[in-house]
């Protein structure tokens, strides 16, 4: 399963992985890395909520940006190897 979702994720992965192999890379970048994901994902239905609520076509700037970061944390925290967590941190 997670083979077939990594194919599925390739485009944004391929992003991220390409380069040298990560030499800072510590587990605890993952973790944050999926923390960061989950206030995303809060921040994006709460914007969502009050997005509908308001009715205006404006915000849902906001909205579309809190979904495509925690899509992306949420894909390189779980699919993604080691050196794409790093390059996502910007280490070396």
């Known amino acids: 399963m997670k083979h077939m ?12 992985e390409k380069g040298e192999p990560a030499v ?4 605890s970048h993952r973790m944050i890395l999926l923390a ?3 206030l995303f994902l ?3 239905a709460v914007s ?3 997005a509908l609520s308001a009715g205006q076509l404006g915000a849902l700037i906001p909205v579309v940006a809190f979904f495509v970061v925690s899509s ?3 894909i ?3 699919l993604g190897s080691d050196t794409a967590v ?3 941190w910007g280490l070396k």
Not at 24 to 27: A, G, I, K, L, Q
């Open 42 to 44: 809060v921040l994006f």
């Open 5 to 16: 979702l990594q194919r599925l994720c390739r485009p944004v992965l391929a992003y991220f």
């Open 24 to 27: 800072s890379y510590r587990p």
């Open 48 to 50: 969502l909520y009050l």
């Open 36 to 38: 960061v994901a989950a």
């Open 72 to 74: 992306v944390s949420l």
């Open 86 to 88: 790093a390059r996502i």
């Open 76 to 78: 390189v925290g779980t």
